[in-house]
C-alpha cells in the first residue's frame, strides 16, 4: 500500500472508549490522549448528560493521563462539552489538518508518538493523526448519522477499511489491534494478555466502566453504525467533527 492509505489506518480498533483503561495506555506505552466529540464520547447533537463518559475522562485523568478535546464542532458546543468534562480543548480545529493536532500536542506536552488519538471517523481523527505521528485508536461511532454527504463518505471509509482487513459486510467488524494488522508493529498476544489481565484498574470510576465493558485482548465481533463526514457545513448544533 501506497504512504497515502497507510496514513488512513488506524492502529488500534476498539468498541467503546471504556476499552481505554490504564492498562491500555500503559501496554501501549501512551502518556495521552487527543479526544474527538461527537459519535466518539457524545451522541452527535447531544447536550444530555453522559455520567459515564465523565467519570471514564475523570478516572485517566486521576490516573496521570492528561487529555485533550480536538473537535470539528462549533466552538461554543466544543466548549460546552469541554467545560463538563473538566478538559481543555478546542472546536472547530480543522481536523485533519495539523494546526489542532499540534496545539493538543502542547498542551498535553508529549511527544506525539506517546499520544493516543481517539475518533470514530477516519477521514478526519485518523489521517491527521497518522499524519501528526500519533498513535491512532478508532472506536465504534455511537450514534449513525444518515446526511447525504456522510453517506458518500462512508461508502469510502469501508473500502479503505476492507483493504486493512476489516470486513463491513452484514454491519459486522471485528474488533483489532494493531498486532492483527498486517505491516504494523505491537506487543506480542501474549504480552497483551498478561497486560490486560495483570494490570489492575487505577481508578475505581474506570473500574466500575470496565466491569460493563471489559477489555479483552481477543478479537471480537461488535456491531457498528456507519460512520459520518468529515467536513460538513454549519446546520443545527454544529458540524461534526
Known amino acids: 500500500m501506497n504512504r497515502r492509505t497507510q496514513?488512513?489506518?488506524p492502529r488500534v480498533i476498539l468498541p467503546h472508549i471504556y476499552d481505554i483503561t490504564p492498562a491500555f495506555m500503559e501496554l501501549h506505552g501512551l502518556g495521552g490522549l487527543l479526544l474527538?466529540?461527537?459519535n466518539t464520547l457524545i451522541p452527535y447533537g447531544s447536550y444530555d448528560e453522559q455520567a459515564e463518559v465523565m467519570q471514564w475522562a475523570g478516572a485517566l485523568q486521576a490516573a496521570g493521563y492528561p487529555l485533550y478535546l480536538l473537535s470539528n464542532a462549533r466552538r461554543e458546543r466544543a466548549r460546552i462539552w469541554a467545560q463538563r468534562l473538566g478538559l481543555p480543548g478546542?472546536?472547530?480545529?480543522?481536523k485533519p489538518f495539523a494546526q489542532g493536532y499540534r496545539r493538543g500536542l502542547s498542551v498535553v506536552?508529549?511527544?506525539?508518538?506517546?499520544?493516543?488519538?481517539?475518533?470514530?471517523?477516519?477521514?478526519?481523527?485518523?489521517?491527521?493523526?497518522?499524519?501528526?505521528?500519533?498513535?491512532?485508536?478508532m472506536v465504534r461511532p455511537i450514534s449513525d448519522n444518515a446526511l447525504p454527504h456522510t453517506r458518500f463518505a462512508r461508502k469510502l471509509e469501508r473500502l479503505v477499511l476492507k483493504r486493512y482487513g476489516h470486513d463491513w459486510a452484514g454491519n459486522s467488524w471485528a474488533s483489532r489491534d494493531s498486532a492483527d494488522l498486517p505491516g504494523t508493529a505491537a506487543a506480542t498476544p501474549a504480552a497483551q494478555n498478561a497486560a490486560i489481565?495483570?494490570?489492575?484498574?487505577?481508578?475505581?470510576?474506570?473500574?466500575?466502566?470496565?466491569?460493563?465493558?471489559?477489555?479483552?485482548?481477543?478479537?471480537?465481533?461488535?456491531?457498528?453504525?456507519?460512520?459520518k463526514n468529515t467536513q460538513m457545513t454549519e446546520s443545527g448544533n454544529g458540524r461534526q467533527d
Open 90 to 94: 478546542v472546536g472547530l480545529a480543522g
Open 7 to 9: 496514513l488512513l489506518r
Open 197 to 227: 489481565q495483570n494490570a489492575p484498574l487505577q481508578n475505581a470510576a474506570i473500574q466500575n466502566i470496565a466491569t460493563q465493558n471489559p477489555v479483552t485482548s481477543g478479537t471480537k465481533l461488535i456491531r457498528i453504525t456507519e460512520t
Open 36 to 38: 474527538d466529540l461527537d
Open 109 to 137: 506536552n508529549l511527544p506525539a508518538h506517546r499520544v493516543g488519538m481517539v475518533g470514530d471517523q477516519l477521514f478526519t481523527d485518523m489521517l491527521g493523526g497518522n499524519w501528526a505521528g500519533m498513535f491512532t485508536i
